[in-house]
């Protein structure tokens, strides 16, 4: 049974940093290309990023580039995503997913379409 669980989320003001984690289990899924998405009131949910497992090639969203960092450890198997700079429009359920069935993230990855397995979300506030 393939889980991930997501942790890290909260209330943050303006320019302030959160990491959020993913722990990832479940038999098949290692070697799967993974990512954050998130979604926020009455918005789609959307990409944030992706990360290629083995090359470590990451992706962003434009509209977090420079400010988030995609990570992943290997040996305890958890997903990371270092938010800086948060900002009242970052306010979302932010959610980690499997993308596709291979290890690099294709050029569509940040379509809702691509992920395969969710996790429950967590909540990231910003707000003063």
């Known amino acids: 049974q393939v889980q991930l669980v997501e942790s890290g989320g909260g209330l943050v003001q303006p320019g302030g940093s959160l990491r959020l984690s993913c722990a990832v289990s479940?038999?098949?899924?290692?070697?799967?290309?993974v990512g954050w998405f998130r979604q926020a009131p009455g918005k789609e949910r959307e990409g944030v990023s992706c990360?290629?497992?083995?090359?470590?090639?990451?992706y962003y969203a434009d509209s977090v580039k420079g400010r988030f960092t995609i990570s992943r450890d290997y040996a305890e198997k958890i997903l990371y995503l270092q938010m800086n700079n948060l900002q009242p429009e970052d306010t979302a359920v932010y959610y980690c997913?499997?993308?596709?069935?291979?290890?690099?993230?294709?050029?569509?990855?940040?379509?809702?379409?691509?992920?395969?397995?969710w996790g429950q979300g967590t909540q990231v506030t910003v707000s003063s």
């Open positions: 997913a499997t993308i596709g069935y291979s290890a690099l993230c294709h050029e569509t990855w940040y379509l809702d379409s691509s992920a395969g397995y």
């Open positions: 990360f290629s497992m083995g090359t470590d090639l990451t």
């Open positions: 479940g038999s098949g899924v290692d070697w799967y290309a």
